[in-house]
């Protein structure tokens, strides 16, 4: 049965499409079976991995509203063992159609048991927000990934988020777990990046994921050409922090395919 992974966090810019394309690429690579879930409408996810959103005719959109068959709507991508639930833009319409549906902030949840068990890991990446569809998403998951950036504000809106997860435990989900929150964007060289590390060090202690992902020219220019960091510059920086952070967390789940 697949471990299920929201990225989320509710401040935008903090790296969690990022996240959600290079930790699945990375997972993969290590010879995890890895499905991407795209469930921001910006799609960014959806192009990053090689995807035309325009394109997209069925998305996770169709399945939560409409009652598609999600297994009909799985795309390849370029790295073996990745896969992709594409978005597109009608995603926005969605959280003002499930008003009114009955379990509305389950309808995600019913659209991955349909696949869950075809999978090692089922990443979810969510919009920057914490309407329905995050809800849904957190709702689905087995454990949440909060990206914070290395930068001022750093922790702003961050315990919004937490009480937002705490009330999902309480209501919808008592199984959901943190399963880290990860460093993103840190520069070695400002004294900021630094400082920032402390401070969630100290905050949050054992809750922090070893990993650091740096600022890297890399991590951003892959999209562009519709490949994850690792299909695109293996031997980066930004490439080996995923491939790091797959392997802390293949191992804190207790797999161990590959010798890392």
């Known amino acids: 049965m697949g471990k299920i992974i929201a990225i989320a966090n509710q401040k935008g810019g903090v790296g969690k499409t990022t996240t959600a394309m290079n930790l699945a690429a990375s997972l993969a690579v290590l010879e995890y079976k890895t499905l991407v879930i795209d469930a921001d409408p910006q799609a960014n996810t959806t192009s990053g991995l090689g995807h035309d959103p325009k394109a997209i005719e069925t998305s996770i959109y169709e399945c939560m509203v409409d009652g598609i068959d999600v ?30 549906m009955e379990n509305r902030e389950e309808k995600m949840k019913g659209v991955i048991s349909e696949i869950k068990d075809q999978f090692d890991f089922i990443i979810i990446d969510c919009s920057p927000s914490l309407g329905l569809i995050t809800i ?45 929150i990860l460093l993103t964007m840190y520069d070695v060289r400002l004294r900021l990046s630094n400082q920032v590390v402390e ?9 922090v994921f070893d990993t650091i992902i740096p600022r890297n020219v890399k991590l951003s220019e892959s999209p562009s050409f519709g490949l994850p960091a690792i299909a695109f510059d293996a031997e980066g920086k930004g490439s080996i922090a995923y491939l790091n952070l797959a392997g802390e967390i293949a191992k804190k789940n207790g797999l161990q395919k590959v010798n890392n």
């Open 71 to 100: 297994q009909s709507i799985v795309l390849p991508t370029e790295i073996e063992n990745l896969f992709l639930v594409p978005s597109h833009i009608d995603l926005v319409g969605a959280e003002v159609e499930m008003i009114n």
């Open 136 to 180: 849904n998403a957190l709702t689905a998951a087995n454990s949440v990934i909060i990206p914070v950036q290395c930068e001022y504000f750093a922790l702003e809106g961050l315990g919004k988020l937490l009480n937002t997860i705490k009330i999902i435990q309480t209501r919808l989900n008592p199984d959901l777990e943190i399963e880290g």
């Open 199 to 207: 401070e969630v060090r100290i905050h949050f202690k054992n809750m």
